[in-house]
């Protein structure tokens, strides 16, 4: 069982739907991570957030809004979505910023 | 963006044999993690590398962590078919994955 929840674990949403990806970690790690993966492809970091402030969005488009509220919870906002952007996401979470990560199992969106 | 090379990209082999995965960068880097991916799971760490010329060990994988810091690999002995999975090597500095080595073990 993995450490990192990610809720839900499928969802299928139009391009205009507002919908959002949760991720909950409870191991005290203060740095958290979202992950963008295409089929048969690495993962790519999309947001990096330290200390519950995000430190790193890799030129993600605004589509895409993260949220940290709290050490252990991140949610990614999603918001008039395209096709090229149906995915595996990836959360992970760290003790600190480039410490090893722990991920949870991912939230496979489908765009129609 | 520095590059992680991974290679080789798709391997194939049959029970028991060896197989070997290298990651390279241009760059010299601090640390590298080796993380296993199963279909439809996140990756699962398998080990992190930091002091150059390091070598670990975990049951019949061998990581080693190049003297320059700039290259690190992994062998599998004997490998089984649980070992089938995607193997990623990712650089602690920028949190960036190399392409990933997608290994079948066939029995």
């Known amino acids: 069982d993995t450490e990192v929840t990610q809720t839900p674990k499928h969802l299928v949403m139009g391009m205009t739907n507002k919908k959002s990806l949760k991720c909950e970690q409870h191991?005290?790690?203060?740095?958290m991570y979202w992950y963008k993966q295409k089929a048969k492809k690495p993962p790519e970091l999309m947001f990096v957030?330290?200390?519950?402030?995000?430190?790193i969005n890799e030129s993600v488009p605004s589509r895409f809004s993260p949220e940290c509220p709290n050490s252990s919870l991140l949610n990614l906002h999603l918001h008039a979505l395209q096709p090229e952007d149906s995915a595996l996401y990836l959360c992970?979470?760290?003790?600190?910023?480039?410490?090893?990560?722990?991920f949870g199992d991912g939230t496979r969106l489908s765009i129609l | 963006t520095q590059l992680l090379e991974q290679s080789p990209q798709f391997l194939s082999i049959q029970e028991g044999e060896n197989l070997t995965v290298y990651c390279n960068s241009s760059?010299?880097?601090?640390?590298l993690q080796w993380y296993r991916q199963e279909p439809g799971e996140g990756p699962v760490l398998l080990v992190t590398?930091?002091?150059?010329?390091e070598v670990k060990k975990l049951k019949r994988l061998t990581f080693q962590f190049g003297d320059a810091r700039k290259d690190s690999s992994l062998h599998i002995t004997a490998a089984q078919p649980g070992d089938t999975g995607l193997y990623l090597c990712?650089?602690?500095?920028?949190?960036?994955f190399g392409a990933g080595t997608r290994l079948t073990v066939k029995p």
């Open positions: 992970a979470s760290s003790q600190d910023r480039h410490q090893p990560q722990h």
């Open positions: 191991m005290g790690h203060r740095a």
């Open positions: 957030y330290s200390y519950e402030k995000l430190s």
């Open positions: 760059s010299v880097f601090s640390s």
């Open positions: 590398v930091v002091t150059g010329g």
């Open positions: 990712e650089r602690g500095d920028d949190m960036r």
